[in-house]
């Protein structure tokens, strides 16, 4: 597995290398000392993992995570609890106070492995498609619809917005669990905020900072954001 380490403390981050060496599970494959060298090296890099300090000149490491459209499995490393709600809030795997020991890393690793494998599970089941039919409930309205019929899945809080015919209902869950569930051959994560049904897109065009804006068959306009774009350009090019 990959990891990242991002720490602007030169000692902590080598303190740090030193106890992973006894878990070769994990591969170290850079080390960043402020969020903005972080952003750069998870885009060059696509680590599985980053090792995060909250606490850094500039950005924070919950701000660093914000900016993210995909954001890897991440464990904590502060001197700071009071921090701790905030970092399971954002889905954190552990939260490690500095100084480090070996034995709380050791637990941090295995969280780590059960997730792998939990992901490794779900894996091996079938992804929903384009000939899938989900059942979608908004209140005291429900839908049985076909996946090819939705266009687009917005993001809306702790809320999704399904996008299919005139119908826009609101379900309760979050955009990265969605994001697990779907074939990634027949629907692309644009963003942050976005899932679009490729089968939907109809045109292309340049946008600001090296993105994309994409127009949907009804209409339909969404950002595909720099990150995302010349993943999405590999996609829709033969």
Known sequence: MKALIVDDERLARKELMK???????IEIVGEAVNADEADKM???LNPDLLFLDIQMPGRTG????????????VVFTTAYDEF???????????????????????DAIHKIQEKERSKSGRARDKKLGLEDQVFVKDGDRCWFVGLNNVRLFESDGNYIKVYFDANRPMIHKSLNALDEKLDERAFFRASRKHIVNLSWV?????????????KLKGGDKVEVSRRQAAKFKDMMSL
Request: charged share 25%; glycine share 4%.
């Open 19 to 25: 106890l992973l060496e006894e878990h070769p599970f």
């Open 84 to 106: 701790a709600l905030k970092a399971f809030e954002v889905n954190a795997l552990d939260y490690l106070l500095k100084p480090i020991t070996a034995d709380r890393l050791s």
């Open 42 to 44: 998870i885009d060059e």
């Open 62 to 73: 919950f701000q660093l995570l914000e900016s993210l459209d995909s954001v890897p499995m």
């Open 202 to 214: 109809e045109a292309i065009e340049p946008w600001f900072n090296g993105g994309l804006m994409v």
